[in-house]
């Protein structure tokens, strides 16, 4: 196993070394290092290799060296893992001594200090036995990120899941291990700034109902006056509803409500789930600090969302209230990390606030969501952004009970 001990380097401005030491230990992964980085040599990033589907893949060189900076034992199996970006290649590694993901980061997310921060989340949760897949340090300094060649690698355990089978028994212990996070998260200082902003008021939406009208029209150039009146409609009455909730939850006192580290991207698919039992929570790049009712909020809305298939006219417009009364039960479980009454009765707000911001972002940049068409996805937003102004008492009076 390597070396368990903090390595005192850490990336600095210059790329040299900074004396401070790292002093979150991390137990079972051995990777404690996290701030320092560890170099395979190489500076000038060389064009990646794709697949027949256009997605990124290692080149046989470049996986020679990258793990050889890894005590692994002997490899019997390496298998392609394509799930995420395309940008990012994944490789399934089965050696003597357990089965590992090995990572590299798509560009523009390989900021050493934004990866440090993240890998000092990840770090201190699993010392403290929270579900998530371990990070390996390296064979020479144990430092949880290897970059080589202009990239910057990772390496994990790879842990054996199901995805999220809708039952409610899931859906109560995904809250419960959100909760838990949260409690776990609540008094860890990072060693770098966190990120902040959300979905909550957020420029990018407000750019985003901007741009989106022009988008569309640009993309669709043989639009008919009544395709164009339909859409400047959507456009206003989603960018109402939003500074509506806006304002609701702003005038519950939001802002001034305590702040901190949260996962912020907490939906089924960066969850591995055995049973009804959530084994590892994925994906912390979206970390940063707000108050974790913007957390818990997105969440409620990601476990009771109702869709359907590539036709969003067909999707309900009603969440599936049972999973989200189960959801936000199972967050309140938690020992010392219930919910108070003055966040429940934002949470409706906050859920139009993210189903918005998660819609009209994307279709103000491609028209598309997905591979569905902006114009009738933002329809069917629209049914459920109406079904949660009508709900919002309703719902709340649900959860407060």
């Known amino acids: 196993m390597p070396d368990p001990r903090p390595n005192p380097t850490r990336p600095s401005p210059a790329g040299g070394a900074d004396p401070r030491s790292h002093t979150t ?19 000038s990033p060389q064009k990646p290799a794709t697949d027949k589907t256009g997605r990124q893949t290692f080149g046989t060189e470049e996986l020679a060296i990258v793990l050889s900076h890894y005590d692994l034992g002997v490899i019997d199996l390496i298998q392609a893992y ?10 399934i590694l089965r050696t003597d001594s357990g089965l590992y993901l090995l990572k590299r980061r798509a560009r523009g997310k390989e900021d050493k200090y934004k990866v440090a921060f993240c890998h000092g989340i990840q770090l201190h949760l699993a010392a403290q036995q929270f579900p998530l897949p371990h990070l390996i340090g390296t064979r020479r300094d144990n430092n949880s990120m290897l970059r080589h060649d202009g990239h910057t690698y990772e390496l994990f355990e790879y842990i054996k899941g199901t995805p999220y089978d809708q039952s409610l028994e899931a859906t109560q212990d995904a809250g419960k291990t959100l909760g838990l996070m949260h409690k776990l998260i609540r008094t860890y200082h990072p ?69 901190q580290i949260v996962h912020s991207d907490w939906h089924p698919g960066n969850m591995l789930f055995r049973g009804s039992r959530v084994v590892a929570v994925i994906d912390y790049d979206a970390a940063r600090i707000h108050q974790r009712i913007i957390d818990a909020a997105n969440g409620a809305l990601q476990f009771s969302i109702i869709g359907g298939g590539d036709d969003p006219r067909e999707w309900p417009d009603y969440i599936d209230e049972s999973r989200f009364k189960r959801f936000l039960r199972g967050y309140d479980s938690v020992p010392d990390n219930v919910l108070s009454r ?5 949470v ?5 606030q993210a ?47």
């Open 82 to 91: 394509p799930r995420g970006s395309r940008k990012a290649p994944k490789l």
């Open 342 to 346: 003055a966040e429940l009765r934002i």
């Open 191 to 259: 060693q770098y700034d966190p990120p902040t902003g959300s979905y909550h008021n957020a420029r990018s939406v407000h750019n985003a109902f901007a741009a989106l009208p022009n988008t569309l029209a640009r993309l669709s150039p043989a639009q008919t006056p009544e395709q164009a009146q339909r859409i400047s409609r959507l456009n206003r009455f989603l960018n109402e509803a939003y500074l509506d909730a806006v304002q609701r939850v702003e005038d519950a006192g939001l802002s001034d409500w305590p702040t």
């Open 355 to 401: 189903l918005v911001a998660e819609s009209v972002i994307p279709i103000a940049a491609t028209g598309r969501f997905a591979r569905m068409e902006g114009p009738p996805f933002l329809e069917m937003v629209e049914r459920k952004v109406v079904w949660l102004q009508d709900q919002a008492d309703a719902l709340v009076a649900a959860v407060e009970g």
């Open 348 to 352: 409706p707000w906050l859920m139009i």
């Open 25 to 43: 230990g991390l137990s079972g992964s051995g990777a404690s290092g996290l701030s320092g980085m560890s170099s395979a040599g190489g500076s």
